[in-house]
């Protein structure tokens, strides 16, 4: 499964973004999606997932009430809309997939088997 994010851009702190990660390839199921990101000279760190089955989400502390984590089901569409951005959310943003396997650990990033490319979030202050 290939997965493609976009939205990334530069943004002035407090401002907004909203990042999409759409599929590519053959249809597939999914037990859950996320978001991850990875600042300059940091490992990459969780920031938010959902659950297919019953649209549980999950939060970074850093992000929640903040950031917005939503999909499209028909689409296979993950979305994460950010508002009041910081410059300490600037970072790479991966969207990432668990389509063969699941345990229930959201926030692990061993649960996810596809992962995209990334796309770049630029907040300056």
């Known amino acids: 499964v290939q997965l493609q994010a976009s939205g990334g851009g530069l943004v002035q702190a407090g401002g907004s973004l909203r990042l999409s990660c759409a599929p590519s390839?053959?249809?597939?199921?999914?037990?859950?999606m996320a978001w991850f990101r990875q600042a300059p000279g940091k490992e990459r760190e969780f920031v938010a997932a959902i659950a297919w089955a019953h649209d549980e989400t999950y939060y970074a502390d850093s992000v929640k009430g903040r950031f917005t984590i939503s999909r499209d089901s028909a689409k296979r569409t993950l979305f994460l809309q950010m508002i009041s951005l910081k410059p300490e959310d600037t970072a790479v943003y991966y969207c990432a997939a668990a389509v063969e396997r699941y345990s229930g650990s959201p926030y692990k990033q061993y649960e996810y088997d596809s992962w995209g490319k990334g796309t770049l979030v630029t907040v300056s202050s």
């Open positions: 390839g053959r249809r597939f199921s999914t037990y859950a």
